[in-house]
């Protein structure tokens, strides 16, 4: 049982950052609770990595099974060796070609790190975060902090610091709110403790990033079947990063195709007098217009040829419309380059149902 907290939400200046507030987060910390911090990516729930309470107390607030393992920020690549031990040489590479950002490594774990930080595996996922306030939190903090995205399990990750606060009002003590954040999806978690690295999870940094540093790198094969069998309803299996109201995920080889479809689908759904949400990107919006004369609830996610844009109003669309208690929520299949995949990836988990158009 989690006593209730008094939450607050403290706005921090990303250029001149006050030294009072990152002591007062680094003391909380220290003292074994937990703080929310910004990140370059989304919204962290951060305690001391080495502190076990503290580490039971962010699946609990989180209602996070304690199978699902977490990140640990570092401030420096130096510090990767107080974590992970037998780091690969391609490990140090990626590292300076990627951190500080949004790539996560797994490599195998320092004996001192909680068993309740791996899930009881042998591998750390170790990220060093782009971001100075975090910087900051890790650097005054003197420790290593775990933190897993700052949202309650399987809702959408928070890119504002009002997400977070919605989440967890009452079970956290500080949220530190640097404004949206840039990214707006997870970090790119990729597994280095084989001979032949794997993505796991596809995120900031892109498939084509990693591959010009590694030509052959695999992507885990959970996500291929997820993404090219989606007749299957993945969203079952993989449901995460979701809506409260159920999504639905239109895809198919003509895009012009898989449009109409879903304009067909809200029609019908609003003749029902259903309070139907869609996400759109811009140049959809033309088309949609009757419908949201008629009622329909649309948001903007930016041009398809900005993904990055998109990828940064993805999460915070989804809470919006939940936010106006729609009954359900439409989206089609964007293109998967670039951070495209990261979106394809969270599409298919957040979605109830995949519609295959043709
Ligand atoms: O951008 C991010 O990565 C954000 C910010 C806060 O850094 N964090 C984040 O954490 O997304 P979380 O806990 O929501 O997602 C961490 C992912 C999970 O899918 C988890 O299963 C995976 O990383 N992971 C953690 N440790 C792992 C390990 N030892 N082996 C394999 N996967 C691991
Ligand atoms: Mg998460």
Aim: glycine share 6%; with cysteine.
């Amino acid at each position: 049982m989690i006593n209730q907290t008094h939450t607050k939400i403290v706005p921090i200046d990303l250029d001149t950052p006050d030294r009072t507030i990152i002591n007062e987060a680094a003391a909380l910390i220290q003292d074994g609770q937990l703080v929310a911090f910004p990140t370059e990516t989304v919204y962290g729930l951060g305690a001391d990595t080495f502190n076990q309470s503290a580490i039971q107390a962010i699946f609990s607030v989180k209602h996070r099974p304690s199978t699902d393992p977490l990140i640990v920020h570092i401030g420096s690549i130096q510090e990767l060796s107080t974590v992970a031990i037998k780091i690969p040489e391609i490990a140090l590479t990626l590292a300076h070609q990627f951190w500080p950002g949004p790539l996560t490594l797994i490599l195998e774990k320092q004996s001192n790190i909680p068993h309740a930080v791996t899930a009881g595996g042998p591998s750390v996922a170790v990220r060093y975060p782009d971001h100075r306030i975090a910087q900051l939190l890790i650097a005054t903090s003197g420790c290593p902090i775990a933190a897993p995205s700052a949202n309650r399990f399987s809702r959408p990750s928070p890119t504002l610091a009002y997400h977070v606060f919605a989440d967890l009002n009452g079970k956290i003590p500080m949220i530190l709110d640097g404004g949206p954040t840039n990214i707006g999806l997870e970090s790119t978690v990729l597994d280095v403790t084989h001979s032949c690295p794997c993505i796991l999870r596809p995120g900031g940094i892109s498939m084509e990033q990693i591959q010009s540093v590694i030509p052959d790198v695999q992507i885990r094969k959970q996500f291929f079947d997820v993404c090219h069998e989606s007749q299957h309803s993945p969203g079952q299996l993989f449901k995460h990063y979701s809506p409260k109201a159920p999504l639905c995920l239109f895809t198919g080889h003509s895009i012009d195709d898989v449009t109409m479809a879903m304009y067909v689908h809200m029609e019908k759904l609003l003749n029902m007098n259903q309070s139907v949400g869609a996400m759109l990107v811009e140049e959809d919006l033309e088309l949609f217009k009757p419908l949201a004369k008629d009622g329909g609830l649309i948001q903007n996610l930016g041009s398809v040829n900005k993904l990055d844009i998109v990828a940064k109003n993805l999460f915070a669309c989804m809470r919006r419309l939940d936010s106006a208690n729609v009954d359900c929520i439409l989206i089609h299949m964007l293109p998967k380059n670039e951070i495209g995949l990261a979106i394809q990836d969270r599409l298919f988990r957040a979605a109830e149902k995949v519609i295959q158009v043709g």
